[in-house]
């Protein structure tokens, strides 16, 4: 069971500990923080895609194109395919239509 510290921890040897990613908050949705450094070459990254009304997920190799520099600098640019696909879904609850019964 993995509890959020709120105070200065006391590191017992028994327990595990790990760091929680850092968030960003989309809509009330929190969606792991995208990458904000160029990584190196060659990395694979993925975007967040909405265009067919749905939570799509593009691949991509970052090469230092324009297109690269301008997904990181607009915070769309992630490392995993489940951080993007989170990110497109809080990006769809602006404008999604609630289904109706």
Avoid at 9 to 26: A, G, N, T
Avoid at 51 to 58: E, K, L, S
Wanted: glycine share 4%; aromatic share 12%.
């Amino acid at each position: 069971e993995w509890r959020t510290i709120i105070s200065h921890p006391l590191w017992v040897d028994q327990f595990e500990y790990r760091r929680k990613s850092s968030v960003i908050v989309i809509n009330g949705i929190e969606v792991p923080e995208p990458m904000r450094e160029k990584p190196e070459r060659d990395t694979a990254y993925f975007t967040p895609y909405i265009a067919t009304g749905f939570a799509n997920v593009m691949g991509n190799i970052f090469e230092y194109y324009t297109i690269d520099n301008d997904r990181l600098n607009a915070g769309l640019c992630h490392l995993t395919r489940e951080a993007a696909e989170l990110h497109a879904k809080a990006l769809l609850s602006f404008t999604k239509k609630e289904e109706t019964k």
